[in-house]
């Protein structure tokens, strides 16, 4: 009858733990819908960021347009020679609580290339070219990892505040309607027990 | 007389190995070609064939980068042995030698940078004035010096190694500078000769894409003249000096017009791409035209030797660019291009 109320006793003492269960129940959910609130607005401010995917997709494209003619005109010996004077990139990742959800945040600490008058300038221009956009693109999947992971949040967050106000707090306000009846119920039938009885002790 | 004789012989000779060279025009065409059975069998009837067993080795690149390297040694080799004992073995040697400076900044650089020998690719020859082999060796960067043959090349890279920065572009600039110091030291009693004037030229071009790549890589006009002082081509560097990037540069050569057609080039592709990605190209291109102008000046003279050697590198140059380009699918228009000489 009352399933996320679980066995409902129909005594004082349990209406009183219900009651207090109830007000609790409903300040959570005022403070589940501060933290949707909150989720949403996060959300929102990343969408100029997001909308800059574009832009990196194009440097990209850019950065392999480049690679291919550098291969093409250099040659991957060329390109292996090139590669030993590069840092690897070298990323740095902490992890961030955003309104208690945890996000990652990752920041390149080391990518470089060495340079030389000797390298080929096509195979320096392609890593450039790829170098500017890892640079670009790591605040992009920063904001993208971001926005997944409250968006994940945000979704529970709500399913939460549904199954609060529409099945938990109900059938917890039901469950407390319900022990009130029964409760009045016992104190008339006590009532209507006591007047009977001293109606036969006064030997009406 | 007999000397005489010797060269006149290897002239003829070269002449002779001159028409295995592959036209640039039919092979600035093989960007057209689709079908690898067909550039395949192209390919068969030049020197390189050897190298490619069956159409699809043209789109292996380990087997690219033999046959291209190795068709040029081969015919480097060749000429060397043929000219045993003369003043042009000394040139041809010094000449290669570039092949080996390339080794030596390869260990260099992969030491410097912590990588191991195992991961560097060197130039597969055995040395023109150094033991490949013996360099491959080196446990330490330190120990190369000992290793190095030539003292001048040597005592560049001690005092580089001694520096505190150790910067691969100082490195870069000081063996630059000591090839160009030794290949012009061969033939400076020929000054005024058209040997000269090819090996000249040929220098020129090395150094303009240096002064080129130093603007764009932005290194220091302090390092670059300092590493490069006292040398010929007084004007290059009097440009480089007035220039502050490589726009001003260009600028400035655009408007001397031996560098016109290159500056040009370079330029256009600093602004189409945002990158001057076509330096290379563009200064082998220059070379090679250089290099055809003066042997047909003197056709019967020595220089016809390096004109062949300076041509064969320029063809195993757009044979790499042709294959490898076919492979990364670049569109074939801007091949063709890259391969064309530029008309101002």
Redo the contacts between chains.
Sequence with gaps: MFRSVGRVLPTKGFLIRLRERLRLLRSGVEALKMKRDQLVKESQSLIPDLRRRGEVERKLE?AYT????????????EM??TA??TTPLLTEMRVRSVIGVEVPEIKVVGLSL?????????V???A??FAEAVREMIPLVNSEAKFERLAVALADTMRKVNALEKIVIPDHEAAVRYIEEMLDEESLEEFLMVKKYRQIKRGE | MLRNAKIKYLIVRTHGLSSHLIDPSEMRSWVFIDDNRVLFDKISQTPYGGFFEKPEDLSDPIKIEEATMRVNFIRANKLISLSRGSYIETILRTYMSKYDLENIRRIVFSRLFGRGLERVSLLPQEGYLQDTARLSKIERLEDIIEVIEDRRISSGVASWLSSERRDPSELDLILTKIYIDLLLETVEKKGGKPIYEIISSYLENILLGTLLKSKYLRISDELVIRSLSKIPFRKLIDVFELSKDLDEFLDKLINISPYRAISLEVRDSLREVGEPWVIEHSVSKRAYAEALRISLRSPMSDAYIFSYMISSEWESQSLRTVLFGRISGVPRELLYNLLTPRET
Aim: glycine share 4%; proline share 6%.
């Design positions: 850019e480049l690679l291919k003619l550098a291969y093409s005109a250099a040659g991957p010996d292996r020679k030993l004077l060495a340079v030389s008058p000797s390298l080929n300038a096509v320096i221009a392609a450039r070219k």
